[in-house]
């Protein structure tokens, strides 16, 4: 058990609806980051945040966002999704923006 | 976009050392050298990073060369429990992000 929870585990929703992904860091972990995982892409790096801040920005649609609450916690929101946003999104989370990665076991969105 | 090239897969057979190459030949003087794996699809894993010295740690042991442009990781006695996808990735200290290229499909056979 890395420490780091994602919820829900799995979510099926159809085309064009909106969802949001949860993660709870390890307790005093400062930084999240996620990452999506197709079977064509591979771990595609989406957003970091530290301690409330956005630090860095990979691959992310303009129909994504997220951010990251004052207890820590962050939210990926997915909106207008498509049929190929269908993925595991992990989120990962560390002490500094620069330590070791500790991941949850992610959230399996399939978009129907 | 990924610094790093690795075979995209290897076996290895129970019980013997598996060794996964690595190649960064652009990396520069401030950038690690981390290495995660993911088995099946759960969470990738930390196993172990370095930024010039050898390093050893429970699960494995890193050996970069001098020029730092290669890496190998190093199992010592595989199990079946190591099959997975093992990732080399180079990081410098002032980037916030951590991106994954493609990996080494591992396959430790009995």
């Known amino acids: 058990d890395s420490g780091v929870t994602q919820t829900p585990k799995h979510l099926i929703t159809a085309t064009g609806q909106r969802v949001t992904l949860r993660c709870s860091p390890r307790s005093g972990d400062l930084s999240v980051y996620w990452y999506q995982q197709s079977l064509d892409q591979g771990l595609q790096f989406l957003i970091q945040y530290y301690n409330g801040e956005e630090r860095a920005k990979g691959n992310i649609l303009e129909r994504f966002s997220a951010q990251q609450f004052p207890d820590l916690h962050s939210e990926l929101n997915l909106s207008s999704l498509e049929l190929g946003d269908s993925a595991l999104y992990f989120c990962?989370?560390?002490?500094?923006?620069?330590?070791?990665?500790?991941f949850g076991s992610g959230t399996q969105l399939s978009v129907l | 976009d990924a610094k790093t090239t690795q075979p995209p897969s290897m076996d290895c057979a129970e019980g013997r050392a598996a060794n996964l190459p690595c190649n960064h030949s652009?990396?520069?003087?401030?950038?690690?050298v981390y290495w995660y794996r993911q088995i099946h699809s759960q969470g990738p894993q930390y196993i172990i990073h370095g930024l010039k010295n050898n390093e050893t740690n429970e699960m494995a042991s890193l050996i970069i060369t001098e020029d730092r442009k290669s890496s190998t990781l190093i199992l010592p006695h595989a199990t079946l429990r190591d099959t997975a996808v093992y990732y080399c990735?180079?990081?410098?200290?002032?980037?916030?992000?951590?991106?994954f290229g493609a990996g080494t499909r591992l396959t430790v056979k009995p």
């Open positions: 652009t990396i520069s003087g401030n950038e690690y």
């Open positions: 990735i180079v990081r410098d200290l002032g980037n916030n992000d951590m991106r």
């Open positions: 990962a989370s560390s002490a500094g923006s620069n330590e070791k990665l500790f």
